[in-house]
């Protein structure tokens, strides 16, 4: 059972415009969620976090925003730019320990001109 | 249907020993991707397979390989254990390249 879902599994969005990616879960339990972002033939790498705490953490052009009573959380991309295009992975986690993390499937995202 | 399956959960090994890890991906995934996972490092890519066929390599010695079955199950390889290999090993399937992850738990190697 997948914990942890994006259900858009691509998103195309024009340069300079919002790209907003979608992540759900299941397990009240979590508490820390984070965003990767993968190149083809590179590991993920870390976008940025947000523990259950808050319900918004900005980081640049970046932006998570979290909905515990949905369990739903996004992440915002405000302007989006080629450079951007990726796959991008929602992670959640019961603790704030990376060794418990849940990943979600990934959502494609293609910026272009 | 069942997810990515990872043998073992969790294994020992003592330093210069040899390794190997197994991963079974979703029935009809035919892409897996295997990667380390370290407090420092975070998650690093090690190589994707494709049909048998090994498509990308991270930049890890050649102490680390890798091969995909017929039936897509992969299994990776690592000899002459260090420390530092101690590290949570990843393995994702996808039905295609860049398209459609899903992780397994993990293998935890730890090396004393």
């Known amino acids: 059972d997948q914990q942890v879902k994006q259900n858009s599994p691509s998103l195309s969005v024009q340069e300079g415009r919002i790209s907003i990616l979608n992540c759900d879960y299941t397990n009240s339990m979590f508490d820390y969620f984070l965003w990767y972002k993968k190149y083809p033939a590179e590991g993920p790498t870390f976008l940025i976090s947000?523990?259950?705490?808050?319900d918004k953490n900005e980081d640049g052009r970046f932006t998570v925003f979290l909905n515990k009573s949905a369990k739903h959380l996004s992440l915002h991309i405000v302007p989006s730019q080629p450079g951007d295009s990726a796959v991008y992975f929602c992670a959640a986690s019961p603790v704030y320990n990376t060794d418990k993390l849940i990943f979600g499937t990934g959502t494609r995202l293609q910026v272009f001109p | 249907k069942a997810g990515v399956t990872q043998t073992p959960r969790y294994l020992i090994k003592t330093r210069g020993q040899q390794v190997t890890l197994s991963c079974s991906p979703i029935s009809g995934h035919r892409s897996v991707s295997w990667y380390q996972q370290t407090p420092g490092q975070g998650l690093q890519f090690l190589f994707e397979y494709f049909s048998e066929t090994q498509r990308n390599k991270g930049n890890f010695p050649g102490r680390f390989s890798g091969r995909q079955f017929s039936n897509s199950r992969s299994e990776m390889n690592v000899s002459t254990l260090e420390l530092g290999d101690s590290a949570l090993y990843l393995c994702?399937?996808?039905?295609?390249?860049?398209?459609?992850?899903?992780f397994g738990s993990g293998t935890r190697l730890t090396v004393v």
């Open positions: 994702a399937s996808s039905p295609r390249e860049n398209y459609g992850y899903t």
């Open positions: 947000i523990s259950s705490i808050k």
